[in-house]
DNA sequence: ATAAGTGTATTAAAGGAATTAATACACTTC
DNA sequence: GAAGTGTATTAATTCCTTTAATACACTTAT
């Protein structure tokens, strides 16, 4: 389902979190899918089940995701978390765009740029 | 000169290099300026000698300043840090567009965003 | 009802990376 | 020569992450 990078210098807990949260934007999984317990996706990973929880309890925290203790891990209603992630990558998209302005970087070859990835 | 966040989880030496790279892309510190001393730098923030020291490595390792025993610290001529600051910036702004438009956002909102941010 | 599977919590130990600390040395400027 | 500079080295400390070993409450399936 994901796969860990070990040259990544991020903690573990943060990038499992991370990956479960971009195949949850990106549609890898649905509202109402079920994740793979915290057990099973720590022997898949070959990760301690503590560092799986805390990678779960973050997604929760964000609302990504649901807990139901003795059933499992969900995948949260869209409306729950789209919103959010939409001002949080709006804004992370806007103070990029000025460091790349600051860095002395045209409109044009910004725009240019985007456009680029759009097409691709 | 420089102020240190210690909201920021990432190591101090990386904040500092960080923060005085963005002052010289920006025009705060101009080619020759004499940055202060390691142990002026060090006192001043209230961190050890040997982070401001690895910091300024850093910093003359990516050609942002040239580092001259006995005399201290002086900003690089543009030449020798422009290209790469460029291509840097540009690998960046490209993988978080990527992201952007992963998580579910118009490509003309992006544009929209770029040239808003440039019109400020 | 019982067993297996689930989330959650707790405590302890281990490991690694960043930072501090204390020096030392070579060089430049005054 | 003294003061200020960059650089290097070694050790200790501190903090965070991760692992480990349990334990407990709940749900599902048999």
Redesign the interface.
Known sequence: MIVLDYRDKRPLNEQVAEKLM?LI??GGLSPGDKLPSVRNMAVDLSINPNTVQRAYAALEEKGYIVSVTGRGNFVSEEESW?KN??SE??S???S??????????G?EE??E???R??EE
Chains 1, 2 share one sequence.
Do not use: D, P
């Open positions: 971009n934007a990106q789209r992630l939409r990558m709006i992370e998209f806007e990029v765009t000025r460091r790349v302005m600051t860095a002395g970087i409109k910004a725009l740029c985007v456009s990835i759009y």
